[in-house]
């Protein structure tokens, strides 16, 4: 079965500083979706990506598709404590059924 | 108003009960899920519903059984609970499915506790 590999699994940054968050998955992407879930709340959708070398951003929220390498990654610019949260990625499972989820990265932004 | 909201959004129950945690969606979305999130963050899927119709049912002990009396509504029932029951579990609805998924949008969660 297809599995995100998220890396790296927590992230504690200074507030101010830039970061990046990778999803790797284990087989072919159709689409990749990257969510954030702050603590005790559900999660929001931030942007999906469909087509290789496709580049999104979202306030200072960018993310890019590398569908060669089967691979997405999503960079924080100027961190500010707002953006601490859960981040997942997501993506169609091969059975076309339903998003399966990566384990998510936890990011802490310290003023 | 909330798009996919639950009820309740805490449960703390003994083991060896049943419950129920209710989920409605108003975006007229053809496809609800039921995700599990456990202790350590990992969010699973469990069952999918398109239009009414059961699509998914991932490894999921019987105990556990979705219905779906119309295409806005998902409840998932638990019957004889166990301690490993305990997590929080999202409802979640998107316009389409497979490769057509979108952006699926979630619930706030119901963090069920089984004592």
């Known amino acids: 079965s297809q599995e995100l590999e998220q890396s790296p699994q927590s992230l504690i940054v200074q507030e101010g500083k830039n970061l990046t968050i990778n999803c790797t998955s284990s087989k072919t992407l159709y689409g990749l979706y990257w969510y954030k879930q702050k603590y005790g709340e559900g999660l929001i959708f931030l942007m999906m990506l469909q087509k290789g070398g496709e580049e999104k951003s979202h306030e200072k929220i960018t993310a890019k598709l590398d569908e060669k390498k089967q691979q997405s990654s999503l960079h924080i610019t100027a961190s500010q404590p707002s953006h601490a949260g859960i981040y997942l990625c997501g993506a169609v499972n091969q059975a076309g059924t339903a998003l399966i989820f990566g384990k998510g990265t936890t990011l802490s932004v310290s003023s | 108003d909330t798009a996919v909201s639950q009820t309740p959004k805490y449960l703390v129950t003994q083991m060896g009960n049943d419950k129920s945690i209710k989920c409605e969606q108003n975006l007229g979305h053809d496809t609800m899920y039921w995700y599990k999130q456990d202790s350590k963050k990992f969010l699973k899927i469990m069952f999918s519903y398109n239009n009414k119709e059961l699509i998914i049912n991932e490894t999921v002990p019987n105990r556990f059984s979705p219905k779906s009396p119309d295409k806005a509504h998902l409840n998932l029932h638990i019957n004889s609970l166990e301690l490993g029951d305990s997590a929080v579990y999202f409802c979640?609805?998107?316009?389409?499915?497979?490769?057509?998924?979108?952006?699926?949008?979630f619930g706030e969660g119901s963090r069920l506790t089984v004592l």
């Open positions: 979640a609805s998107s316009p389409g499915t497979g490769t057509n998924t979108g952006e699926l949008f």
